[in-house]
């Protein structure tokens, strides 16, 4: 058992991160979407503890984390127009892509498939981790296999800080979900995750993208997208329409707007007052936390609209949902 430890991510504590990457350890990074768990990745044996430490399934495979867009040819063995023309629009920041592997790259990272997920994150510290460790970095989110992912740091100390050695410390999240991940060997591309680039904004730069179903009954084209994921310990209910919960007496909900009913709730989180879809998603990770530490016996949740990061909220309250 190790006791983790949160650092302020200073240049002393980035450069403390690159040598334990370096050394094939196991180091809690903030990004702008949520906090990752990275692993040089191509040291095989790293990227194994983090799965242990996730307890994640080896079929669900990582994103890997590149300084800069002039590293991909490390990792991907082809990078087709389209993929120029997204990273050129959204790198750094919340854009996973999917492209063709280069076959130094360890299968243990991408669970043996012939494509490697790929992202330039948009954060100070995870820049300059990358830059300072000069490998790229395997990371998923810093949680639990299937449970809510972490904002802040403390969420990670909390999941995972007895199997971590360094949590770095950059703030909360600015956006706060997932990436959005986009298959670039197919065509027209298809987007397997929904996250935090706006599935409008992809279609802008590249025209028409096949969407995933948010939940179909068929297998998933992305492994780790399984039905019941991003789920808290407390059972979550979608509540549709204004119906309201009957007979429960600790409920929470988890809702865009003030809610007209809120004294049927024990606590009530509003994602964003003003209705703003960015704030929201901004807000979603650490108001289910927080109603996950409250001792409800359910939390209900109100659906978004599905627009923008709305969809990716939706996305990640109807998984939540699943049993
Ligand atoms: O915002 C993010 O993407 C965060 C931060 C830390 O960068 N990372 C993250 O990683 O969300 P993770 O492991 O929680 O989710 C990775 C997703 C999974 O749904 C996985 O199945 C998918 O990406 N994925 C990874 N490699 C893939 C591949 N080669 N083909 C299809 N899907 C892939
Ligand atoms: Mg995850």
Redesign the pocket.
């Known amino acids: 058992m190790i006791a983790g430890v949160i650092r302020e991510a200073t240049a002393e504590a980035i450069a403390e991160a690159a040598r334990l990457v370096r050394e094939g350890k196991p180091v809690a990074?903030p990004?702008?979407?949520?906090?990752?768990?990275?692993a040089d990745a191509f040291n095989e044996r790293a990227v194994a503890k983090i799965f242990e430490v996730?307890r994640?399934p080896f079929f669900?495979?990582?994103?890997?984390?590149l300084s800069s867009e002039g590293e991909l040819p490390r990792v991907a063995k082809e990078v087709p127009p389209k993929a120029r023309r997204l990273a050129a629009a959204f790198w750094p920041g919340?854009l996973?892509m999917?492209l063709p592997?280069r076959p130094e790259l360890p299968a243990i990272?991408?669970?043996g498939?012939?494509?490697?997920?790929v992202?330039v994150?948009d954060h100070p510290a995870?820049l300059a981790l990358l830059f300072a460790c000069e490998t790229p970095i395997a990371?998923?989110?810093?949680?639990r296999f299937g449970r809510a992912?972490p904002t802040r740091a403390e969420h990670v100390l909390s999941q995972l800080g007895e199997d971590v050695e360094l949590i770095l410390d950059g703030g909360p999240c600015r956006?706060g979900?997932?990436?959005t991940?986009v298959?670039l060997?197919q065509n027209p591309p298809a987007v397997?995750?929904l996250?935090?680039t706006p599935v409008e904004e992809i279609t802008r730069i590249v025209g028409e993208v096949a969407v995933a179903p948010s939940l179909g009954g068929r297998a998933?084209?992305?492994?780790?997208?399984l039905p019941k994921h991003y789920a808290p310990r407390t059972p979550l209910r979608l509540l549709l329409g204004r119906a309201a919960p009957a007979n429960v007496k600790r409920a929470g909900l988890i809702t865009l707007l003030p809610p007209p009913d809120a004294q049927r709730f024990e606590r009530v989180e509003v994602l964003s007052p003003s209705g703003d879809l960015r704030a929201a998603a901004a807000n979603f990770f650490a108001a289910m936390h927080r109603l996950d530490e409250a001792g409800l016996e359910v939390i209900y949740a109100r659906l978004l609209p599905e627009e923008g990061l709305g969809r990716a909220v939706n996305d990640r309250l109807r998984r939540a949902a699943r049993h």
């Open positions: 990074f990004t702008e979407t949520v906090y990752g768990l990275g996730k994640r669900d495979p990582l994103i890997v984390h919340p996973t999917v592997k990272v991408t669970a498939l012939e494509t490697v997920a992202r994150p995870a990371a998923p989110s810093a949680n992912s956006v979900v997932e990436s991940v298959s060997v397997l995750r996250g935090g998933p084209l992305s492994p780790g997208q």
